[in-house]
């Protein structure tokens, strides 16, 4: 494909800013008598930066760093909410979770905003086949007309709603109900009967159907690994050596609010896993084990479909995006879920690009980016203009150039029992606040301190810096409190 083609924004300087319509136009005229290349969408669920190909010394991922050298790499790739519903929900509309009025795993997106056209959509409208197989969006919300193939209905009322931050008085929770001592499952054989391993199978025959069809194909494929409980084959386990999975430096055998910090930044229970109970240090790296197990058995998913991508002879005219929809905490202050944290951790996940016959494969782009910015990212692919409305700027022009100048700032939001966390993150620093600053704020030097020891917030030496924070924070559209 011809990838000079690809168009670079006229501006980027604030968040939401999209596509200039001439620029689109542009777009649209260059690539008027070509077929646009196909798209090959993989996810992974709760996956942090975690791979071989992103420095992790001892993890097993080859078919992933496999990509990743065929790749721009994105070394920081932030998304704007720390769980699946809120976090894809926003990255297939183009909004915030601030505008879309998603804050929990089971809300609906159309329900406040029935005229947005989600990213598998719009594509189909322009002449795409639109395939999905796994989990894209979170599961029971999907948009089933996006689809030629793999719609799924709807499960939630309009009106659902998680209940998982505003919980009643004598009610008991998932968070009040201690979970076992070790969460993980070792899976039969090569893991056949698991659902991961059938997307992939699936995954194979749909490109075989689909890959030299009349129309170019938009296909996302999502993967369940390594969402809690870790699930893998024991051969993938027996990989690991367990005293040698590495535990982070700010390990607590619970939640923990370190000293100087406001007390919804770590907030008293966990959700995925040590659900109601400490975490010794051997049963952390039990549970660490099985999530990189996990992970190696995802990994061999992803190599079997790479696999078939190039027996069919589809590498040529297919740009392939691995994304991991959130990060995770691993025993950071003593958190073992993604949810209501606002640490680099959590937000912070995988990204890869691959753009047939782009020379900065094989390359890091080391810029600050969000995934609100794939919609018109996947446009800019396509060659085709984006809805009008929908926030964000392409990526293309980093991708063909990784280290060119990028000033934006990135931003994610929580909420935790009605209290709305808002966070940016630049070069230098991330602040986050929440309720507007009225519960507490932080301040990290990213540089100085990358795993947010030192909370900087309330030191006189940096008030200005809070101050400029404050107000890239103001940048951030809908809701603030």
Known sequence: MDFSRMPTPASLLRPGLALGASLLMTAAAHAADARPPNVLFIISDDLRPELGCYGVAGIQTPNIDALAARSVKFTRNY????????????????????????????????????????????????????????????????????????????????????????????????????????????????????????HASKAIELLGKYGHGDQPFFFALGFTNPHSPPRAPKKFYDMYDLDKIPLPEDFASRPTVPQGFPALSVVPVNTDLFVGRDASEKEAREIKRAYWASVSFMDEQVGRVMKALDELKLRDNTIVVFWGDHGYHLGEKGRWSKAYSLFDVAVRSPLLISVPGNPSNGTSCDRNVETLNFYQTFCDFAHIPAPPGVEGVSLAPLVRNPTMTWNRPVYSVVIYRNNLGRSVRTDQWRYSQWVEGEKGEVLFDEQKDPHELKNLAADPQYAGTVTEMRGLLKQLPGRTR
């Open 79 to 198: 998304v704007q909410y720390p769980l699946c519903n809120p976090s894809r929900s926003s990255m297939l509309t183009g909004h915030y979770p601030t505008e879309t009025g998603v804050l929990d795993n089971r809300q609906w997106w159309g329900r406040e905003h029935p005229d947005w056209k989600t990213l598998p959509r719009w594509f189909r409208e322009h002449g795409f086949t639109t395939l999905r197989e796994g989990k894209i969006f979170h599961e029971g919300i999907d948009d089933p007309d996006a689809w030629v193939v793999g719609g799924q209905a709807r499960r939630y009322p309009d009106d659902s709603n998680e209940g998982i931050d505003v919980v009643p008085q004598g009610n008991t929770t998932r968070q009040d109900r201690p979970s076992p001592a070790v969460q993980y499952t070792v899976l039969a054989g090569n893991g056949e009967s698991y659902q991961d391993y059938q």
